[in-house]
């Protein structure tokens, strides 16, 4: 395996931990929103804030780390995707920054304010969605280049199905990823009434997932007919994904075992974000840039990759301890330790 | 106004916005371990409820600080991406590393949060508190180092327009790196035993009694006395490295245009950019030569040695100055209420002496602004010091403006929000009200 290889692989794992946890924290402020507008915030909100509240922080780190990462690895990575996503960027930075600093606001401050709580909301079906759009991206098609200027060709990303079957994708999943999750947190919790809602959801939001990730194929047959080919090579890794998926959905359909359906949720994302992610290789941006293509350099990439490794050491053992005490507490679960 | 000059005002703006929420994100978790610890060691339960009260307004000035932060990491590459495709494999690291220290420090601090009645043994949440400081610290050298490489660049071979043969080591550990990032920190740690002694003094000249804020003013200004001393002494040693390693940096900010000996020590005064005389200042003979080297007759190095377009701007001179003259006034101040404290007791809670400490809170965030505003500027015209110029490292993406617009609104709406959060949440629950409910009453 080269350093190469070795370095986006780590970077495609972050990106995994980061569409895992993100998709709970993004779904659960939209249900919290909703909830409140059905009138029934008690059910749902106390399940969600005791999970979200000493959690919320690391979520962002993930994508942080990711895009650090990247940068790191692939310096040229910079010149192509920080141009063109200037604005695409900024306004993704800005939803998050809204999003993470008003939960603080709701959660600490003094006040109960309902703008706080729908600002937390939608921003959590928005920012998957203007995420979501750099994959979009990077089937190529959407950045010209002009010798060294660089240019985000706007039109065509809002006129492409592909670009829409995606956000589709981006936002169903989030949907669906939260409402498995919290759905076993709430059975933990033995809430029944919230474990009823959230098994509702779960079951719902499965359905337009599958049918979206299907949209994606087909579009991206279109789309990009190389990398659709490619993806072939590793129809296996997407046929586990399904499997992975109608588990869950049963067991969640015979309300048995929440904990192994949301791990067999997680591993249907896992197969196939991996798998889209090994098809899309040695591309970073179709055609511009390979994993290969980047002035490669050894002892950079040794240092990122000892660095990884010592962190990993120190962070594994303290967020095992973060979730023996929240997650896995069933004290602190039920709500009779805050 | 250009892209570049757009991309310099965005990222002025964003740094100037998260340097009050890092600073305070970096000295207020000392603060808090502090004021445990004394709570648990001398079984005082106004220090406990110092801890708790400092933590719970702490955490949302870390909300502002993460996400700003998480816009400065991310417009580094939106806004200069031709300076992080030529040094991204060489700050990349220390970026990670950041990103790892701060991951640390979220998870802890998280976990503090929720746990203060959770453990039998109250040390075992105070310890807590040590990964929570350690984290923040680190994640603060690891991004000065960034800073400092940027300021004295090495640890790679410049070959063909791009860096190879990277000693990713040597790059961080720069010769700027010590001075910086000792200055950094000192500097985080003075700032908020000011914001904190400032809450806590605002509030008896609010017509407040309890111990309780005499306590908080008395912590915060014997910490804020040591560090006051550090931070000036450390101010000094960045005056040295600078003479040695950037010599036009300091130059600039000292007005000092001709090399040579027995340099004196330029305070205020009016340039005249022509004649490069300097008009109604005040003038200590030898000062520079002595900050400088240590010796009077010390060759300080001046700007005339430089070719003009590589000059930083020179109205860094009265960011120097006003830097250095708050730096004395949080000097002064802990050291005038620590003697009025020792000969009258009462006497030292005057309301002179406390609006000198409420005043201080804002003058030394101000310092920290002015600081960086020197670092950043008087770094100027390069991004990369004699390798890239801010010029060709800026985005060729013509939007800039409309990016900079957005985050202006962002930064305001966020601003106000959280002054407006963090003063209902100490207004609305005085700690009286706290310690009664608590029922400590002393």
Same mark, same amino acid.
């Given at each position: 395996m080269s350093i190469e290889q070795l370095g986006i692989g780590v970077l495609w794992s972050f990106l995994y931990g980061y569409l895992i946890v993100a998709s709970i924290d993004f779904g659960a402020g939209f249900y919290a929103y909703y909830g409140r507008l059905i009138g029934q915030e008690s059910i749902i909100a106390p399940v969600i804030s005791r999970y979200l509240s000493p959690v919320w922080?690391? =979520?962002n780190v993930f994508l942080v780390f990711f895009f650090v990462g990247l940068v790191g690895f692939f310096p040229e990575t910079a010149h192509y995707y920080g141009t063109a996503l200037l604005i695409p960027g900024s306004i993704a930075l800005v939803l998050l920054s809204i999003r993470g600093s008003f939960y603080a606001f709701a959660n600490y401050g003094a006040k109960k304010n309902s703008f706080y709580l729908f600002a937390y909301g939608m921003t959590g079906l928005l920012i998957p969605a203007s995420l979501a759009t750099v994959f979009t991206i990077s089937e190529g098609g959407f950045i010209a280049v002009h010798g060294a200027r660089i240019e985000l060709l706007m039109a065509e990303l809002f006129y492409s199905t592909y670009s829409w079957a995606v956000v589709l994708l981006a936002m169903s999943s989030v949907l669906f990823i939260s409402s498995a999750f919290l759905a076993y947190y709430a059975a933990r919790a033995r809430d029944e009434r919230a474990l009823e809602l959230m098994r509702q959801f779960a079951l719902w939001g499965g359905v337009p997932t599958i049918i979206s990730s299907l949209f994606v194929f087909i579009a991206l047959r279109n789309h990009n007919l190389e990398h659709f080919e490619r993806t072939l090579n590793f129809w296996w890794m997407f046929g586990l994904s399904l499997i992975s998926f109608l588990g869950a959905a049963w067991l969640i359909w015979r309300r048995q075992q929440y904990g192994l359906a949301f791990v067999l949720v997680m591993l249907q994302f896992a197969f196939a974000f991996y798998g889209y992610g090994i098809s899309h290789? @040695? /591309? +970073? +941006? /179709? @055609?511009?840039? =390979?994993? /290969?293509?980047?002035? =490669?350099n050894p002892a950079s990439g040794r240092a990122l990759v000892a660095v990884f490794v010592a962190g990993f050491a120190l962070l594994v053992p303290s967020l095992v301890l973060l979730m023996r005490l929240f997650l896995f507490n069933v004290r602190y679960v039920k709500g009779e330790l805050s | 106004m250009s892209t570049v000059d757009w991309s310099r005002g965005l990222t002025e703006m964003t740094l100037a916005f998260h340097i009050l929420f890092a600073t305070i994100g970096v000295g207020v978790p000392v603060l808090i371990s502090i004021a445990e610890w004394l709570g648990i060691y001398r079984k005082d339960p106004h220090y406990s409820l110092m801890a708790r009260r400092w933590a719970r307004g702490f955490v949302i000035t870390v909300a502002v600080g993460v996400v700003t932060g998480t816009c400065i990491g991310l417009q580094l590459n939106l806004l200069w991406p031709e300076f992080m495709s030529l040094a991204g494999n060489v700050v990349g690291l220390p970026l990670f590393m950041e990103t790892f220290a701060f991951f640390f420090e979220a998870i802890f601090l998280g976990i503090y949060l929720y746990t203060w009645n959770r453990f039998k043994n109250p040390f075992t949440h105070w310890l807590l508190t040590l990964p929570i400081v350690l984290g923040a610290s680190a994640s603060a050298l690891f991004i000065t180092t960034v800073n400092s490489f940027m300021n004295t660049p090495q640890g790679f071979t410049f070959e063909n327009g791009s860096l190879v043969d990277v000693d990713p080591l040597a790059a961080m550990f720069n010769p700027a790196a010590p001075s910086k990032v000792a200055h950094v920190l000192s500097s985080a740690y003075l700032t908020s035993a000011f914001v904190l002694a400032m809450i806590a003094a605002f509030s008896m000249l609010k017509g407040r009694k309890d111990e309780y804020y005499r306590k908080s003013i008395r912590l915060n200004m014997t910490v804020g006395l040591v560090l006051a001393v550090l931070t000036i002494l450390i101010g000094d040693m960045s005056a040295q490295f600078l003479a040695a390693h950037q010599p036009e940096k300091l130059a600039a900010a000292e007005w000092h245009f001709e090399t040579g000996g027995r340099a004196p020590l330029i305070v205020g005064g009016v340039l005249d950019? #022509? %004649?490069q005389q300097v008009r109604g200042a005040l003038e200590l003979p030898w000062g520079l030569s002595l900050l400088a !080297?240590?010796?009077? #007759?010390g060759v300080v190095i001046g700007l005339n040695d430089y070719p003009q377009e590589d000059w930083p701007p020179l109205y860094v001179h009265y960011l120097f100055d006003a830097m250095v003259t708050i730096g004395f006034y949080l000097l002064a101040v802990p050291v005038l209420f620590l003697l009025l404290l020792r000969s009258r007791r009462e006497g030292a809670y005057n309301r002179w002496m406390l609006a000198a400490i409420v005043a201080g809170g804002p003058l030394s965030l101000f310092a920290i602004e002015l600081g960086w505003f020197y670092a950043e500027v008087g770094r100027q015209p390069w991004i990369l010091r004699g390798y890239m110029r801010v010029s060709e490292a800026a !985005? %060729?993406?013509?939007h800039v403006g409309a990016a900079f617009w957005m985050f202006a609104a962002l930064y305001a709406l966020l601003g106000i929000v959280c002054l407006v959060v963090l003063a209902r949440l100490f207004r609305n629950k005085p700690a009286e009200l706290e310690l009664e409910a608590r029922r400590i009453i002393l």
């Open positions: 922080e690391v =979520t290789l @040695p /591309y +970073l +941006l /179709y @055609p511009h840039l =390979t994993i /290969y293509g980047s002035v =490669t | 950019p #022509d %004649t !080297t240590h010796n009077p #007759d !985005t %060729t993406n013509p």
